[in-house]
């Protein structure tokens, strides 16, 4: 398969990952070098506007009175976003009630499918969580964000998880929850729309779908990767979805990144005040085919690939799986689900949700129960992923232990030695 000449972007969270394999993807014909070498991101002086800047006081839907004070709360149901429809009065709401009923429930339909995405895909992010933090700090609204490089993880003397602990020792306990998400939502908007795809798909299948790559405008929080700084210009992704009422909305799951509190938008005000420019507009699967294209060239043993590998699976299998036999065992579908009136529809919602987040624990603790994503070890002394569980058996008395590896720490060439011992004796 051919690697177009000029790509419009690189994958973000795979661009990371091809950092982590960099020797390989300098190999390839896509420009990681051009990303490696660009200016680092300026800090903003002015944070871009809150939601609530945005979203402030509106006039009356009905009769154009400005200020109006109350708001449909049925549209604005889900809570993940301000789409609000403001009244100046209760009659005016009435009056307005039959012109805004189909908007009304496409709205809420809307908001409801991407609150229940957003929870879920949030605990899919925690529980598949494989940056390795080292030090992250914010300051005059810049979050300063470090990355252990792969190369140098103590972690495969010992056999440790490529997994890591969300959100991390560096990360102090009592972060703030915005900068918790930006460090969980890092880069991870292109997985959304590549092996979240048929998620995203499932939940959202109403209207017309397309996927936008822009560059953002005013980032509240800026996320500066010390070591590989120059990330964040290459391209963020979202949605933008026409419902059949006529209205646009722009649904950005991983806003968090850039210190954004909402998922949804009106299309336009996502445009005015979160786009510098716009790299693309296009069906949805565009993201998803460059991410393919890479990774059918990356080993399934890099950690790139291992760590790409594993959480596909949790999608496929935990995600996407546990929703359909939640759906066939309760006889019912999206679209019922999601049109239940408030309080039926939250405690569906709840045992809809709960269903699947257990579910995506059990997809990530069967394989590591085995060993799988264990780092290790190969001739080269290359850091790869145990990725079945014939490899866990292989290599479970070749990891050394905590003692063994604190006695040797620092001394390459004993710790290489003790390794080949081991090996040597285990097969
Ligand atoms: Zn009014
Ligand atoms: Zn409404």
């Known amino acids: 398969m051919g690697v177009r000449e000029q790509p419009r972007v690189i994958p973000s969270r795979l661009t990371r990952t091809l950092y982590l394999c960099l020797p390989l993807a300098t190999a390839m014909n896509i420009h990681v070098l051009d990303l490696m070498g660009a200016a680092s991101p300026k800090p903003t002086g002015s944070p871009g506007l ?22 449909c709360q049925q549209c604005a149901e889900g809570g993940v976003g301000q789409l609000r429809i403001f009244y100046c009065s209760k009659p005016c709401q009435d009056q307005h009630a039959v012109a805004h009923r189909d908007v009304c429930e496409a709205r809420r339909l809307l908001s409801r499918a991407v609150s229940i995405f957003m929870e879920l895909w949030t605990t899919f992010e925690e529980n598949t969580f494989s ?42 306990e009592n972060a703030r929850d915005a900068l918790k998400k930006a460090v969980l939502f890092d880069n991870a908007c292109t997985e959304v729309f590549s092996v979240g795809l048929s998620f995203v798909k499932i939940l959202l299948k109403r209207g017309c779908l397309q996927e936008a790559n822009i560059k953002v405008k005013d980032p509240a929080l800026v996320v500066d990767l010390a070591e590989h700084p120059t990330l964040a210009p290459f391209g963020h992704n979202l949605l933008r979805v026409k419902l059949t009422t006529g209205e646009i909305f722009a649904i950005d799951f991983t806003g968090a990144q850039f210190g954004w509190r909402d998922q949804l938008y009106t299309w336009d005000t996502y445009v005015q005040h979160r786009v510098k420019e716009f790299n693309s507009l296009e ?15 990356i080993s399934p043993t890099s950690i790139g690939g291992a760590s790409r590998a594993f959480r596909t699976d949790v999608v496929n299998e935990g995600l996407v799986k546990g929703l359909v036999t939640y759906f066939v065992q309760h006889e019912t579908t999206v679209k019922k689900l999601l049109s239940l009136p408030p ?61 063994e590896y604190s006695a040797n720490k620092g001394n390459l060439k004993a710790l290489r030695y003790i390794w080949k011992k081991k090996v040597a004796s285990s097969s």
């Open 50 to 71: 809150s939601e609530e800047a945005i979203f402030g006081r509106k006039n009356c839907t009905n009769c154009g009175k400005p200020e109006s004070s109350i708001w």
């Open 131 to 172: 940056s390795k933090v080292r030090f992250v700090n914010e300051r005059n609204g810049k979050i300063f964000l470090r990355l252990r490089s792969a190369r140098s993880d103590e972690g495969t003397w010992m056999g440790k998880s490529f997994l890591e602990q969300f959100p991390g020792d560096a990360v102090p």
């Open 283 to 297: 069906p949805l699967g565009g993201a998803k085919q460059q991410d393919s294209m890479v990774y059918c060239r």
């Open 343 to 403: 309080s039926l529809f939250v405690r569906e919602r709840a045992q809809l949700v709960n269903h699947l987040k257990h579910s995506i624990r059990t997809r990530v603790q069967k394989p590591c129960d085995l060993g799988i994503g264990r780092l290790y070890f190969d001739d080269q002394f290359e850091s790869h992923v145990v990725s079945t569980s014939e490899e866990a058996l292989k290599y479970q008395n070749v990891w050394l232990s905590k003692e």
